[in-house]
């Protein structure tokens, strides 16, 4: 195996180890490179008359992205003592870089994520780039865990217990401006003047020696007083347990482990961190946590098809509604020239307005940054008319879900622009074959569905027809990637992946209110189980009228196992639409217009009320998410997407099923498919819709896994 870590010497009183690992984008600390390390720091050790070592990356842009998680999976089944021995044994290692009889610099560029970050914190000083992509964090509580390898035990020392509670239980990520700020780097130089830096800083060390008065100092265990540490944990915690709804103990435990090792020595604050990490490592959160990161890698790495993409040089946005505005705003935000249409003048200049001002929105201001709508106003551009867009290399139609609009559209824009131009649609339901019928180049033509609101919501669903080219869909995974999305390849059909498993979810909360089930206690079921919201609340926000249309759509392709909702139509004709006609399930008439119970809704479910049934909690969970999970088995079946991998992570995009579950296929296997298919028996007289699909019968006769 080839070396990642190289040493040169400067005038041999300062060594340097730059780590480079061989074709690879990025360092990662695999258990091969802290195995050089160590043997470097052996050699190290016996040396004299060495005045500093400067740690370095080889590759520009990344210092060192983590630790090795293939390797974690790998290790999720040993038994704990060993899990407690190898955080050890990284952190002892570590700490090697605080004995040194030399001053030890961290020269960061780029990424220094999680046991990079940890290495970082062992080394006496940090000295950070000034390049925007610098980035220095901690994100293992978003895989289930803490830092375990002395990142809990020596971040609170250098840049006090608060700063540290913050950084580790958040998982964020600081710039190289807020780790200088924060006392966690002693300064930030350009990146070509890092080295010149740290052996500057080397000098001055060496001959001040107040890099060896840090280590005395950090070598004893932090002072605060009780009140203080009483009241950091307390809010601390509240804060965590607001923001996780109790979902994900990795925060919390990590809060523990910090406070109660503030008041220890640091080799007993780093038992203490080792212990712990055994607690969480290998869990089913630490194990659900990591699939998502590897669905999102694996989604990295996709290009969607074997064509090749031409270059996105511009791009046009049919409608300037909500959606287009959206698409359009995404557009110019990642330095797309967009061009902007729609048929009413009124609409398209509100729609230019809306589409900077979202481009532009600022976190911290909650709104508009004035500067960057000026500077991103020249990328966007009116046009009266879609054959304006005839230079544009990808055009989006983000009109109306109706179909013949739909192809009036396309008829008219497909001898309007180049004949290489890519066309897409936006459509959330309607299958890309019935548009594409009157096309005369069918090729160029695909869905690129995007969700609501288009700034928050990452996922993409990239739709093929069944003559949509490698070309075309190759283009679209350009384009989606360019402007951060997550894309995902789905073949055309009803609903395509996303939306026809949220509609069996949702419409079962619909029967269940005919049941008698209340509306308030369907979605605390679902939330309970970590959805962001109920399917009740969700009819609210996505529109009443929307969610019948898109119902209608699918009972006409599913009616064997699609319900029929008479309530939802008798709502729709009463003006319950939802938040935006202040009514629907749950009332908006208030300042705030958050959801209130409603008086008035009771008896218009009490017409379409049947028999109250006396459903438990988890039998209401099994209802919401059974027919989702069986439809899932058919998307599979049909091949609308290649794999398991794909339906759990759209899902988790797509509509924020929990990331702690793992995905709605890994949360069946964690479950155990033969124990769902027991579950399931009482509700199959329900009809269809609950009927095991042979995949799924296969899969629980022989203790199979959709993940095999």
């Keep these: 195996m080839s070396a990642t870590i190289s040493r040169s010497n400067l005038e041999d009183t300062i060594a340097i180890l730059t780590l480079d690992m061989p074709e690879k984008g990025a360092n990662i600390l695999s258990s091969h490179v802290l195995e050089e390390l160590e043997s470097h720091l052996n050699a190290i050790e016996k040396e004299d008359k060495l005045q500093g070592l400067i740690l370095c990356s080889g590759k520009p842009g990344t210092f060192i992205a983590g630790a090795d998680l293939r390797e974690f999976v790998a290790s999720l089944d040993v038994d704990r003592q060993q899990i407690v021995s190898l955080c050890r044994r990284g952190r002892l290692l570590f700490s090697r870089l605080r004995e040194l009889p030399c001053v030890t610099i961290a020269a960061i560029d780029g990424i220094c994520l999680g046991g990079g970050a940890e290495l970082a914190i062992a080394c006496d000083r940090r000295l950070v780039s000034n390049s925007p992509a610098t980035q ?3 994100p293992e509580v978003k895989l289930g865990l803490f830092p375990g390898w002395g990142g809990t035990v020596w971040t609170p020392r250098i840049v006090g217990l608060y700063n540290a509670v913050e950084m580790i239980t958040s998982g964020e990520s600081i710039s190289s401006h807020q780790a200088v700020e924060m006392g966690l780097a002693t300064a930030s130089v350009p990146a070509e003047q890092l080295l010149e830096a740290a052996t500057r800083m080397v000098r001055q060390e060496s001959q001040s020696g107040d890099f060896l008065e840090d280590r005395k100092r950090s070598s ?41 090792g503030a008041s220890l020595e640091p080799e007993a604050a780093g038992e203490i961190e080792s212990e712990e990490m055994a607690n969480l490592f290998g869990s089913p ?38 959606m287009g505005q959206g698409i359009a705003a995404a557009n110019i935000k990642r330095k797309i020239p967009t061009q902007l249409t729609d048929t009413s003048e009124e609409a398209l200049k509100q729609g230019m307005q809306k589409v900077l001002e979202e ?30 867009m005839a230079e544009c290399d990808l055009v989006i139609e983000a009109a109306v879900e109706k179909v013949e609009i739909k192809k009036l559209i396309f008829g008219h824009l497909e001898d309007a622009v180049d004949s290489a131009t890519v066309l897409a649609t936006n459509t959330s339901t309607i299958p890309i074959d019935t548009i594409a019928t009157t096309l005369k180049n069918p090729e160029r033509f695909l869905g690129i569905h995007f969700f609501n609101p288009v700034r928050k919501m990452p996922l993409v669903e990239i739709i093929r027809g069944s003559k949509t080219s490698d070309e075309a869909i190759a283009m679209a995974f350009h384009y989606a990637k360019k402007i951060k999305k997550t894309p995902i390849l789905v073949r055309s059909g009803p609903g395509f992946l996303v939306n026809r498993l949220l509609l069996p979810y949702m419409s079962e909360a619909v029967e269940l209110l005919a049941e008698g089930v209340q509306p308030r206690r369907i979605d605390r ?31 006409e392709a599913f009616p064997d196992r699609v319900l029929d909702a008479p309530l939802l139509v008798a709502m729709v004709d009463a003006g319950r639409l939802g938040e935006k006609s202040g009514r629907g399930f749950y009332s ?31 039998e209401i969970q099994d209802r919401i998410l059974f027919p989702m999970l069986l439809e899932a088995t058919r998307v599979l079946d049909e091949q609308i997407v290649e794999n398991a991998r794909d339906v759990d992570l759209g899902l988790i995009m797509g509509i924020g099923f929990p990331p702690f579950r793992g995905g709605l296929l890994f949360w069946a296997d964690s479950v155990g498919n033969a124990a769902i298919l027991d579950r399931l028996e009482k509700y199959q007289q329900l009809g269809d819709r609950y009927q095991p699909t042979e995949r799924f019968l296969q899969l629980a006769k022989t203790n199979g896994k959709f993940y095999d």
């Design 136 to 138: 220095f964090g901690f």
């Design 220 to 260: 004893e265990p932090i002072v605060i007083s009780e009140t203080e540490m009483g009241f950091l944990g307390v809010t601390a915690a509240g804060f965590i347990e607001q923001k996780t709804k109790g979902h994900y103990p990795a925060p919390l435990a990590a809060l523990e482990v910090l406070l109660g």
């Design 285 to 322: 959160v630490n194990r659900s946590l990591l699939n998502v990161f590897f669905l999102t890698d694996r989604n990295k790495k996709q290009t969607g098809s074997i064509g090749k993409s031409t270059e996105l040089r511009t791009a046009g946005v049919i409608g300037a509604g909500v």
């Design 359 to 388: 481009a532009s929105y600022n976190r911290e201001l909650k709104g508009p940054d004035v500067e960057q709508a000026l500077r991103l106003a020249p990328l966007l551009d009116a046009v009266p008319d879609a054959k304006d």
């Design 525 to 555: 079921v679902a939330t309970q189980f970590g959805m962001p919201m109920g399917p009740i609340r969700l009819y609210d926000v996505v529109g009443l009228d929307v969610a019948a249309h898109a119902g209608k759509t699918m009972i």
């Design 588 to 618: 908006y008439e208030n300042k705030k217009r958050r959801a209130e119970e409603d008086a008035e809704l009771g008896p218009l479910i009490a017409q379409h009320k049947r028999e109250d049934s006396d459903l438990t909690d988890e």
